[in-house]
């Protein structure tokens, strides 16, 4: 760090010419990315089966068996229901609205369904809406929905249609009153605000680009993700840089000069953080769903372009407006003030680390033991999947439809399983389907004669299930399937359809777990080797990053069963959990040992670890408030997923940035003592200490 008796540099009248093209720059790439954000939800897809990678059978035989149509169509299901039973004039009205489909009235004689074939090659989301629209006109006492997959499509993507204006919104203001909170500054917050924004515009045309040239694959999730990683990232890089640039203005009066410093000692942790949350989330690409390894470029762009805006606009926008920037609380130049001055002005967090340093093995093991605790109960994590319909948060039409369905007709109507096979197994695959339980009809698909149809030598069977098409049961029904109809000789069944689709979808997210946590985990730890040129601090701080996302999982386990009720939870949840929570969550630990590195080598480990502490404290748990508070507004989208991963991210962040980072790393750190460093010298060759100080505001005084 830079102090007031440094050498004064040689000033010129052009300095600010640099920060102001810079700004320009910014400006004209913020001005044409911009609009893009807004259509990302052109080139976003929300077809499931998109996700799915090649080799999966359903993709394998639903690709058969689109020849066996005449045309691309997707299934809408119009179901209505009437107390009294259903009458002659509500099965004319529906036969007349749905554009000639006939209706199917129920056995006990309260419904009546249809199956209306909707172009998949169009905006299914209109043609629902416009199918809807018709069908309000339902007569007196007749209650209509439309489920179905085109239901449930239609749906989802209105679920997300606002996601560039209501997430941004809520992410923006919630980052916005947090940073006048912690700036007292009416002019700070909004710089910050804007490099979010134009890193956002930024990876907003990148990804726009990609996704429009089928480089990769975006759906609103990642969309959504994408949009708090950039607010998230860009926030926290902008609180670490003006927290440096703060104490430099105090010790320097030039405010060139002192960007130049707060540049050079935060340079170092916001790429280690960035290349880190990069490399992480890239580890996606190890993935089989297209949509998890979509979203691991997605993410990286967003975080580049933050970490771009924070290295160039931010400081550029910083040093024009200097001391003002900081206004009513500018930071006044002090040609006496020195280090230890600043830990004066951090009175909270010094006495946060004269307490870790009067008994650091006390405060690490109890910490450890809640942790421990809490993790314990992440085996409960119900993590195998859900029903499609379960996704939304808020009762939609084709819930409704889907719930009306199963109580009057086979709910698996209209969204059948498909059994694509050999011609001359046709007859050995329909026994086999008809034997396997949860299977109520089966027929083969016909031809214009009536006959079996017959495509290149293969023949396609149609099987009605008796539960819901998007339920746990029909999985386990097409699990059954898929073992009577492999068992034909000579068949090379495959099996698909909308069931199966999920249930690949699940399983190929369940067998990504066990590949990329592990990535995650090496690529981390050896980012961290390379930052603190150790072994024994990247370990443990790897130890303490998993131990957390355990406990997170076990917390969350309990709220998730017993308190609101969920479901359960997709495969992909605590996959996404994990990524998230470990890359960002060492971003913490970053920040504090990369300074704690820096103070030892002046005044070795116990000093340097409570200085750390001490200077960072506050900048850190700022950080963790704002990330954990814009991952929150993923909740504002009413699906299951969302709002878990934005629960899981949120406590696992504020966990980790208030009680692993602030208690639980420097107290193992001063505990091990310099051995810490192993094998760098800084493990042999550190500073001496000086005394035990009754005042940790002079822990980092050198002796003369």
């Not at 909170?181 to 726009?208: E, M």
């Not at 949120?650 to 810490?676: C, E, M, N, W, Y």
Request: glycine share 8%; hydrophobic share 50%.
């Amino acid at each position: 760090m830079s102090t007031a008796t440094e050498p004064p540099r040689r000033t010129s009248r052009w300095r600010w010419l640099l920060p102001a093209l810079l700004l320009i720059a910014w400006l004209v790439a913020a001005g044409g990315g911009g609009p893009f954000a807004g259509k990302l939800s052109e080139v976003a897809s929300t077809d499931a089966s998109s996700f799915l990678p090649a080799s999966a059978e359903s993709t394998r035989a639903d690709e058969l068996y689109a020849q066996f149509n005449e045309s691309e169509f997707i299934p809408a299901i119009v179901v209505a229901e009437r107390e009294g039973g259903i009458t002659d004039q509500d099965l004319a009205f529906l036969a007349t609205e749905s554009a000639g489909p006939p209706p199917i009235p129920s056995e006990d004689g309260a419904a009546a369904q249809m199956i209306v074939p909707l172009d998949a090659s169009g905006e299914v989301q209109d043609s629902v809406e416009e199918l809807r629209t018709a069908l309000e006109a339902a007569p007196e006492g007749l209650t209509v929905y439309v489920t179905g997959p085109a239901g449930q499509a239609a749906d989802l993507s209105s679920a997300f249609g606002g996601i560039d204006g209501l997430l941004l919104l809520v992410a923006g203001g919630v980052v916005l009153v947090i940073l006048v909170v912690v700036y007292r500054s009416p002019i700070l917050p909004f710089v910050v605000i804007l490099s979010a924004l134009f890193a956002l515009a930024l990876a907003s045309l990148l990804v726009y680009v990609l996704a429009d040239a089928g480089a990769i694959a975006l759906n609103g999730q990642s969309q959504g993700i994408m949009f708090i990683l950039v607010f998230g990232a860009a926030t926290d890089y902008a609180l670490l840089l003006v927290s440096r640039y703060r104490e430099e203005l105090r010790l320097q009066q030039d405010k060139y000069a002192a960007m130049r410093s707060a540049l050079r000692g935060s340079i170092e942790p916001i790429s280690a953080s960035a290349g880190t949350v990069i490399l992480g989330v890239l580890c996606l690409l190890l993935s089989d769903l297209n949509s998890n390894r979509g979203l691991g470029p997605v993410a990286a762009i967003g975080i580049a372009t933050s970490f771009l805006a924070s290295v160039t606009f931010l400081p550029a926008a910083l040093v024009l407006l200097g001391r003002a920037a900081f206004w009513p609380t500018r930071p006044r130049y002090d040609a006496n003030a020195d280090v230890n001055d600043m830990q004066q002005s951090h009175k909270l967090w010094g006495r946060v680390a004269a307490f870790v340093g009067s008994k650091p093995r006390p405060i690490w093991i109890v910490c450890s033991l809640v942790l421990v605790a809490f993790a314990v109960l992440a085996p409960q994590f119900k993590a195998s999947g859900v029903a499609s319909s379960d996704v939304f948060l808020l009762q939609t039409d084709s819930k409704s439809g889907q719930e009306v369905l199963g109580e009057h007709f086979d709910a698996g109507t209209g969204s059948p399983s498909i059994v694509v096979a050999r011609e001359g197994s046709l007859d050995g695959v329909l026994r086999a389907a008809e034997g396997v339980e949860g299977v109520t009809t089966v027929q083969p698909v016909p031809g214009p004669d009536g006959a079996p149809r017959v495509v290149d030598g293969l023949v396609a069977v149609q099987a009605t299930l008796s539960d819901p098409a998007d339920s746990l049961a029909a999985e386990q029904t097409v699990e059954r399937l898929r073992e009577a109809v492999h068992a034909v000789p000579g068949s090379e069944a495959l099996v698909g359809g909308p069931t199966a689709v999920d249930l690949d979808t699940k399983d190929t997210a369940t067998r990504d777990r066990t590949v990329i946590i592990p990535a995650v985990t090496l690529v981390v730890l050896l980012v961290l080797i390379v930052l603190l040129r150790a072994l024994v601090a990247p370990i443990l701080l790897m130890i303490t990053v998993i131990v957390s996302f355990a406990a997170t999982l076990g917390v969350s386990s309990l709220l998730f069963n017993h308190v609101f009720g969920f479901p359960g939870a997709d495969p992909v949840v605590p996959l996404f959990g994990f990524v998230f929570l470990v890359a960002l969550g060492i971003d913490y630990n970053i920040f504090l040992m990369t300074r704690v590195r820096e103070e030892t080598k002046k005044v070795g480990t116990r000093a340097g670890t409570l200085r750390a502490l001490t200077v960072t404290g506050g900048v850190i748990t700022s950080a963790g408030v704002v990330l954990a508070a814009t991952f929150s507004a993923l909740a504002v989208i009413p699906l299951l997923f969302l709002a878990q991963l934005a629960f899981i991210v949120a406590f696992g962040v504020l966990l980790d940035a208030l009680l692993v980072r602030s208690l639980v790393v420097p107290a193992l750190t001063i505990d091990i003592g310099k051995k810490v460093w192993w094998p760098s010298r800084l493990a042999r060759t550190e500073p001496s200490e000086p005394d035990a100080p009754a005042d940790v505001a002079t822990a980092g005084t050198p002796r003369s």
